[in-house]
């Protein structure tokens, strides 16, 4: 759900828009199930609706909608229940775990027009980012290389509409965590109409016979953009059905990449 907020939130000054877009991301090996998704977005300001349409990501029917960027509710209509997530909370839990960055390089290329996406002329923009993250599991310090490469074409016909105002609005108290946040989020002008993201995650040291060795592991990530418009949505679309209940624990939502559960979380 956090990847959906830095995805999606958007913060413009125009009229509201809705957009249509797919979204997919593949794992080199089988530990990460791949994850597609088929979604619509509306966009009022501060308040988005973003509804699942297809895909295995989360269910089709189902809807997250937001009226300030950090507070997130999921609906499902099908069983009548909502559950909440805090964004905000989740970006400052980034920052309190004891993760370390290094040695950030950024290289950003502007490669000229682009082609026309969802009947709207784009602009690509490229973005390289190299450091190395050193996560302590276990009290077992786990070090990788990554290197990240960020294709977007994007247009500025809907004025400020941007995705990143909403990550780039949110501090996770690590300075150099939040300095690869604001590389990531602000560097391309514009709405990406497509997105290519390719991540390849190099193991640089771990301890020998460790069970948390890792391998060389390269994530990709693409999303586009299929049909853009401006509308007047109704406020009950950002708004909690009258009749829907709050979701106990054990019925909120998973994705198939939540690997991992805690009770209680």
């Known amino acids: 759900m956090l990847g959906l907020a ?13 957009y249509d877009y797919t979204q997919k991301s593949v794992t080199e090996d089988a530990v990460v199930p791949t994850t597609d998704l088929v979604a619509r977005a509306t966009v009022d300001g501060t308040r988005t609706r973003v509804e699942f349409i297809g895909g295995n990501l989360y269910p089709p029917g189902t809807y997250v909608i937001s ?33 370390k960055i290094d040695n950030i390089r950024s290289d950003t290329k502007d490669l000229g027009d682009g082609p026309l996406i969802a009947n709207t002329p784009t602009h690509h923009y490229q973005l390289t980012v190299d450091y190395e993250v050193t996560l302590t599991m276990r009290q077992i310090p786990l070090k990788q290389s990554v290197h990240t490469v960020i294709d977007n074409w994007m247009t500025t016909k809907y004025g400020d509409l941007t995705p990143n105002e909403f990550a780039s609005g949110m501090s996770t108290g690590n300075t150099e965590v939040d300095r690869l946040l604001d590389l990531e989020t602000t560097k391309a002008v514009g709405f990406p109409l497509r997105q290519t993201v390719t991540i390849r995650l190099t193991p640089i040291s771990s301890a020998v016979n460790s069970q948390l060795r890792m391998s060389q592991r390269t994530v990709i990530r693409e999303m586009q953009v299929s049909a853009i418009r401006e509308l007047e949505p109704k406020a009950t679309d950002f708004a909690i059905p009258a009749g829907f209940t709050r979701a106990d624990v054990g019925e909120r939502p998973k994705t198939q990449t939540q690997v991992l559960t805690f009770d209680g979380k």
């Open 67 to 99: 009226n300030d960027g950090s507070h997130l509710v999921f609906v499902d209509p099908g069983k009548r229940w909502y559950t909440e997530f805090n964004a905000a909370g989740a970006v400052s839990a980034i920052g309190a775990n004891n993760i």
């Open 6 to 18: 830095l995805t999606l939130i958007a913060l413009p000054s125009i009229a509201a828009i809705q």
